[in-house]
């Protein structure tokens, strides 16, 4: 189909094309500005031919999810997705239409296409790649169904040496219709344009803030990308953002974090009766856990309480990760010796190996050792939360090595903030072991009046 331009001008362009069906069917598309990256876009097709038509269903692109850096890491960034009526998200990658493997074994060959289920109409299909994103809704009427195709763009080659980018490209389908003579269809769309943006997304109110894949973890997620677009505001840096972010965060679980370490230190306190239990039991396991947790209620000491802060950042760690996986605010912003916070930190390469040398991830590692270097543990007693706790450093390495170092710089201020408050720990003197006195006791010594209705 060839087009040509009908009409130009600072608003709007108009393409007119004589589609291939046999028939004198014109396609008219209309492009016009709307603002704020979106386009309106109107798709006329008029019968001038002189015998009615049938037309069939047909496709309509929606753009392409190509890589912004040309680099393998980005394969699982691009990809197509769509939403359907009945308010459903569905995505696919781009290493699903690649070939791969597991172990060299089970090859598996690349998918060429991808289709919606046929009993679900589609609001919009979007081509996305880690931070922009091009995304087509059919505003009249919902379409038919949606495909995700693989395509190789040419360009500069990407590390496999093959000289061809692979990237996926998105299509809406939409139903065919009758045509009768001299008359018209016309189909309205909204086109988006524009970088991943949750509150521009949100704006065009139709779910299309679902290509942000927050998930289940946009409950933390939107609230930290608010709060740090607001302080960006304020301090024109992504990057102190970030450390201001992180010291609020701290200031709110300073509280636990104060309980959980008065909680280990208590837990030093009891060791050497719990050594004692080990040694009585040695031979009954059984009754070795039944004692120690006798032991743990008697004054008032959880052998997980030192986790409890641990547990509580988690949710915070997972909401920036997946924050930063697709928000396009931090991309090429600087901060001290990082040139861009949505990538690694990398400032060369181990020679012979070619491993990136991350200086953030690192410097991470070796706080969150430190900081558990001073967190007070128990001697000689089998405490199931130290033992977890041990991997963290390594797991967390591994975790963050390669991925945004706006994620490392987070938890290394994190680690810092911990790590005072653990020196101010202590030099508080340590808590006295003590007996919890149940309400059993307490009547039994006579200091119990009872409940609302045990009152005397």
């Known amino acids: 189909m060839s087009w040509s331009i009908e009409k130009e001008d600072a608003q709007e362009v108009v393409f007119i094309a004589k589609a291939q069906t046999g028939g004198e069917v014109w396609l008219r598309r209309t492009f016009r500005l709307a603002g704020d990256y979106r386009l309106s876009l109107s798709q006329e097709v008029e019968n001038r031919g002189t015998v009615p038509l049938a037309l069939p269903s047909y496709a309509l692109a929606a753009g392409v999810g190509a890589p912004v850096h040309l680099k393998k890491d980005e394969e699982n960034y691009l990809g197509a997705s769509w939403f359907t009526t009945d308010v459903t998200y569905t995505t696919h990658k781009l290493p699903e239409f690649l070939p791969s493997n597991f172990l060299f074994l089970f090859p598996r060959p690349g998918k060429e296409l991808v289709q919606s289920r046929d009993d679900r109409e589609v609001r919009w299909v979007a081509a996305k790649s880690q931070f922009f994103a091009l995304v087509l809704t059919a505003q009249d009427a919902p379409a038919m169904g949606a495909e995700a195709r693989k395509v190789d763009l040419l360009g500069e080659a990407m590390r496999d040496g093959s000289g061809k980018v692979p990237a996926v490209e998105a299509w809406m389908k939409l139903a065919g219709f009758d045509l009768g003579v001299g008359a018209k269809n016309t189909r309205q769309f909204g086109l988006y344009a524009g970088p991943k943006e949750d509150w521009r997304l949100r704006s065009l109110a139709q779910g299309e803030d679902q290509v942000m894949e927050f998930g289940w973890m946009g409950i933390v997620s939107r609230p930290l990308l608010v709060v740090m677009n607001t302080i960006h505001k304020w301090v024109g840096s992504y990057g102190w953002s970030i450390v201001i972010l992180t010291i609020l965060l701290k200031a709110i679980l300073w509280v636990p974090q104060a309980k959980a370490n008065q909680s280990m230190k208590k837990m030093q306190l009891l060791a050497p009766k719990l050594k004692e239990l080990q040694e009585k039991y040695k031979e009954d396991p059984a009754k070795l856990n039944t004692e120690m947790m006798r032991l743990y209620r008697e004054y008032g000491v959880s052998p997980l309480g030192g986790c409890l802060p641990m547990l509580i950042q988690m949710p915070v760690f997972l909401g920036f990760y997946y924050m930063l996986l697709s928000s396009v605010e931090l991309r090429g912003q600087a901060f001290l010796w990082i040139h861009d916070l949505s990538r690694p ?58 991925f945004s170092s706006a994620l490392s710089l987070y938890w290394t201020v994190q680690n810092f903030l911990s790590i ?29 009046k009872g409940g609302m209705w045990g009152r005397r």
């Open 345 to 402: 930190d990398t400032i060369g390469f181990l020679p012979g190996f070619g491993i990136p040398i991350n200086p953030m991830p690192l410097i991470m590692t070796a706080a969150m050792v430190w900081s558990m270097h001073l967190t007070p543990q128990p001697q000689g007693v089998d405490n199931p939360g130290a033992k977890m706790m041990k991997l963290m450093p390594l797991i967390m390495l591994v975790f963050c090595y390669n």
């Open 420 to 448: 005072g408050q653990l020196l101010y720990n202590l030099r508080q003197p340590m808590p006295k072991l003590e007996k919890v006195q149940r309400p059993a006791d307490l009547v039994k010594r006579g200091k119990w």
